[in-house]
């Protein structure tokens, strides 16, 4: 029995407050059943027994139709997933079928029609209790006129219209107090989503930088951690890649600020367009970009890199004039096990500073600066050799 209850909650949580409602609309519909049965085992239902079972074997189909709809997500398809004027309408007639069923009782029944508008409260607004009450009238008014007709219930027609009108009342009270819950469970989820939103902006420009739309250096170092915790259970890799801009302060100088942050917009689309969803793109400042390209080893960052500084260099400026070039020195590097961070990044900025001074616009692993190195060193013998010569 458990694993069936399991299988029919819904995981949602909005699914489970529909289905939480449903099920207190249902359990209203059990009593007035139950009142029912007791009456007719006093003999207050003039019905066999046989029909009596039928009709409310389909009355419970129909109760019952709800929550499973809810249970299998049919109820998404509907405009009002909580179905709510549908069940206020069943219940409104599965009530007027026990009035004129137990006449005698109908003043407890009307009771229920008042139950049936409250639950409208949830979800119903001005046309919807219109609606209803207008259902409710009518359903009332009709079992009534039936039970007239058929002579099974007499009753006094002034004390009746003075109990209609009664009725009526509170039936407008409890539509007006419905209405008013109503409204302000709308303007509460209204206001719940512009903070939503709100909040969803602070926070965004609290990990973005305001120029170029991409992460900013606190978010950035906030990534790092997070795939150096990855990295740490093992069987996981990213690398870097550390971009700067070649001189970049003679466009500033020559063409003004405006013009420079135009072609950091543009390496900033270039960037975003580089990568893949799960990698990340951040501003460090300045011309200073950086690239975290999650499981990807030193060889596949490289190409990464190799591309987006190729797309630079061919990138339209038109802000600079025609025929214009904007170029990029990038230094590659890839997470070790167990190192900080800050060793990872201080290698793809070595990277970067080896680029420029081999004559910019090129890519830079940390596997070529042990070549770079060794070569500067060739030169500085071979400068000695000479100067000892002279």
């Keep these: 029995m458990q694993k069936l ?59 019952l139709t709800f929550p499973l709809m809810i249970s299998y997500d049919i109820n998404l398809l509907f405009k009002d997933p909580s179905l709510t004027i549908p069940q206020l309408i069943w219940h409104t007639l599965s009530n007027t079928i026990s009035i004129y069923l137990v006449p005698e009782l109908h003043s407890v029944f009307l009771m229920h029609y008042l139950l049936v508008v409250l639950f409208g409260a949830f979800r119903m607004q001005r046309k919807g209790f219109l609606i209803v009450g207008a259902v409710i009238m009518s359903c009332y008014c009709l079992a009534m006129t039936a039970l007239h007709l058929t002579g099974r219930y007499s009753f006094d027609p002034e004390r009746e219209l003075l109990g209609m009108v009664f009725f009526l009342f509170m039936l407008i009270g409890v539509s007006i107090i419905g209405t008013e819950i109503s409204s302000l469970r709308w303007a509460l989820k209204r206001r719940n989503s512009e903070l939503n939103t ?72 270039l960037a975003r367009n580089s990568v893949r969803e799960v990698d990340f793109v951040a501003r460090l400042g300045g011309e200073e970009f950086v690239l975290v390209l999650v499981r990807t080893e030193l060889a596949g960052a490289q190409h990464v890199a190799e591309r987006l500084r190729i797309s630079m260099s061919k990138a339209r400026l038109d802000v600079l004039g025609p025929d214009s070039q904007v170029t990029a020195s990038i230094g590659v590097s890839q997470y070790k096990a167990k190192e900080k961070i800050e060793e990872t990044m201080h290698r793809a900025d070595i990277a970067v500073y080896a680029a420029k001074n081999r004559g910019r616009n090129q890519v830079v692993t940390e596997d070529d600066l042990t070549s770079l190195i060794i070569s500067s060193l060739h030169d500085d013998a071979d400068l000695y050799t000479e100067s000892d010569a002279r």
Aim: proline share 2%.
């Design 198 to 269: 709100v909040m969803q902006q602070a926070q965004e420009q609290a990990i973005t930088d305001d120029l170029t739309g991409l992460y900013n250096r606190r978010h950035l170092m906030d990534i790092l951690r997070r795939q150096q915790a990855l990295a740490a259970r093992g069987d996981y890799h990213f690398s870097l890649c550390f971009v700067d801009l070649d001189h970049f302060k003679q466009i500033n100088d020559n063409y003004g600020h405006k013009t420079g942050d135009e072609v950091l917009q543009t390496f900033a689309d």
């Design 5 to 63: 209850i399991a299988e029919l909650s819904p995981d949602e949580s909005h699914q489970m407050l529909r289905m939480r409602r449903t099920l207190m609309a249902t359990g209203s519909g059990l009593v007035l059943t139950a009142i029912v049965i007791v009456a007719m085992a006093l003999g207050m239902v003039e019905m066999p027994v046989t029909g009596f079972i039928f009709l409310y074997g389909l009355v419970w189909l129909v109760n």
